[in-house]
């Protein structure tokens, strides 16, 4: 029987984070707990957070600014914080916030309904937020939920060994963990029996995949075996980094025809110099040469990537190099950012920062840039056939479905949702800023 406790969770942050929340879901209402939209039914809430920039680090100190108003009414509610922002400020948190209960950190997924049974069982605060050597959270798979059954996450790896010098991820997320490769791929399996057709793979840095594990896989090896599961007919991946695009992967967008023809590849900055201070181990030449590569391995082929400006000590000449990149990659869409100094990251201690107005001016000129090449890129497919998988109704319009190309491009057309979770082909009509216009043939 449910325990009649509602749960109302808020993600913040990266698709890693919204699979975690998945998972968080599952757990909970494997005991009972029941989640909800609605915050003031909740028994429970809690924020499941980022703290990779300060635009997202705020918004979770707003958002449980807010939430003080529901414990003054309910003193039984319950409010927990999760994921890096948990993990980076533990007992902090609880310090600095008065009317929170709750601390859980990357690794101590597993132990939420636990933590919740204690506190209502002493009313005092907990923080969780070690790090193990098996990170069981790893192994939670989330369980069928309505209307979601075309795509679906799975986790191959969580934390990072790279240690960029602006990054808090290693920090916050840990060192590299790698699953077994045999529960991923009955994951993926149990998936497609649920009726899922396309998979991503999630890590901080899935190329790395499998260096932690003694005689497993290597990454295009576990793409090769999905590739192989019968009723799987897309799978995706992300995040690449570009010095660890090995050969092999690079020929498994050749060869593996469910791999879909998309890759993120963040760039962060087209400047050797600051490339080198960021601790990125490519130069531009390098980078450029490997999307060259994928782009002769797998003609039409989108490429996207993540980019900040404003990095420390980043100069005008810097900034150009940088647009002179996009310039030259021609990005099918670019995530770019401001740069945020993180504390406890090395690049944070860095004396030459930028000025604010400096970094607003530069994110948007690169941004129209990026702007007029998207838009053009899109318009190029005017006239096209594409293959889409049908995903669901659009947000845009009312009666129309929404797909997506294998290069990760949104197309709406009109159609019945009966094809909700097929393959079709379209002919696109038009291309605009952020999706394209379909018509099915
Ligand atoms: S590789 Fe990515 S996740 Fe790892 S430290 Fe660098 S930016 Fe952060």
């Known amino acids: 029987m449910p325990n009649g406790k509602f749960i109302y969770l808020q993600t913040f942050g990266c698709q890693m984070n919204v699979h975690d929340s998945e998972k968080m879901l599952s757990i909970l209402t494997k005991h009972d707990y029941r989640p909800t939209d609605d915050i003031h039914r909740a028994d429970i809430i809690l924020l499941n957070t980022c703290s990779v920039r300060a635009k997202p680090e705020h918004k979770v100190y707003s958002a449980l600014g807010r939430f003080k108003k529901f414990k003054e009414?309910?003193?039984?509610?319950?409010?927990?914080?999760?994921?890096?922002?948990?993990?980076?400020?533990?007992?902090?948190?609880?310090?600095?916030?008065?009317?929170?209960?709750?601390?859980?950190?990357?690794?101590?997924?597993?132990?939420?309904?636990?933590?919740?049974?204690?506190?209502?069982?002493?009313?005092?605060?907990?923080?969780?937020?070690?790090?193990?050597?098996?990170?069981?959270?790893?192994?939670?798979?989330?369980?069928?939920?309505?209307?979601?059954?075309?795509?679906?996450?799975?986790?191959?790896?969580?934390?990072?060994?790279?240690?960029?010098?602006?990054?808090?991820?290693?920090?916050?997320?840990?060192?590299?963990?790698?699953?077994?490769?045999?529960?991923?791929?009955?994951?993926?399996?149990?998936?497609?029996?649920?009726?899922?057709?396309?998979?991503?793979?999630?890590?901080?840095?899935?190329?790395?995949?499998?260096?932690?594990?003694?005689?497993?896989?290597?990454?295009?090896?576990?793409?090769?075996?999905?590739?192989?599961?019968?009723?799987?007919?897309?799978?995706?991946?992300?995040?690449?980094?570009?010095?660890?695009?090995?050969?092999?992967?690079?020929?498994?967008?050749?060869?593996?025809?469910?791999?879909?023809?998309?890759?993120?590849?963040?760039?962060?900055?087209g400047s050797d110099r600051v490339l080198e201070r960021m601790g990125r181990g490519y130069t531009r030449k390098q980078y450029m040469e490997k999307t060259e590569q994928l782009r002769e391995v797998c003609p039409g082929i989108g490429i996207t990537a993540d980019v900040m400006v404003g990095f420390p000590g980043e100069d005008e000449r810097d900034f150009h190099e940088t647009l002179d990149l996009i310039q030259r990659v021609q990005f099918d869409n670019l995530f770019s950012f401001k740069y945020s100094p993180r504390n406890g990251t090395r690049a944070a201690r860095y004396p030459d920062q930028i000025d604010e107005s400096t970094k607003s001016h530069r994110l948007e000129v690169l941004q129209k840039l990026q702007k007029q090449i998207t838009f053009k890129r899109n318009q190029g497919l005017e006239e096209r056939y594409e293959e889409i998988l049908v995903?669901?109704?659009?947000?845009?319009?009312?009666?129309?479905?929404?797909?997506?190309?294998?290069?990760?491009?949104?197309?709406?057309?009109?159609?019945?949702?009966?094809?909700?979770?097929?393959?079709?082909?379209?002919?696109?009509?038009?291309?605009?800023?952020?999706?394209?216009?379909g018509k099915i043939v």
């Open 73 to 269: 009414k309910n003193h039984h509610l319950i409010i927990g914080v999760g994921g890096c922002v948990a993990q980076q400020e533990g007992e902090r948190l609880l310090d600095r916030i008065g009317h929170l209960d709750l601390v859980f950190g990357t690794h101590n997924l597993h132990r939420l309904p636990d933590l919740i049974d204690d506190i209502q069982a002493s009313r005092r605060p907990m923080c969780a937020v070690e790090f193990y050597d098996e990170v069981r959270s790893l192994e939670i798979f989330p369980a069928p939920s309505d209307g979601e059954k075309v795509k679906s996450y799975v986790t191959i790896m969580q934390g990072c060994d790279n240690f960029c010098s602006f990054c808090i991820v290693p920090y916050v997320r840990g060192r590299e963990k790698s699953r077994p490769s045999e529960n991923i791929l009955g994951e993926i399996k149990a998936l497609s029996k649920r009726g899922v057709k396309e998979v991503t793979l999630l890590g901080q840095n899935v190329n790395s995949y499998g260096k932690d594990l003694s005689g497993g896989f290597t990454f295009p090896q576990l793409l090769a075996h999905s590739n192989e599961i019968e009723g799987i007919w897309r799978i995706r991946f992300t995040t690449s980094h570009p010095k660890d695009i090995s050969k092999e992967l690079i020929m498994a967008f050749g060869k593996l025809e469910k791999v879909c023809k998309h890759i993120h590849l963040p760039f962060q900055s």
């Open 391 to 437: 995903e669901g109704m659009s947000k845009a319009a009312k009666e129309e479905l929404t797909g997506r190309t294998s290069s990760n491009k949104v197309v709406n057309f009109k159609g019945s949702t009966d094809l909700i979770g097929q393959l079709l082909k379209v002919k696109i009509e038009k291309g605009y800023m952020n999706s394209l216009r």
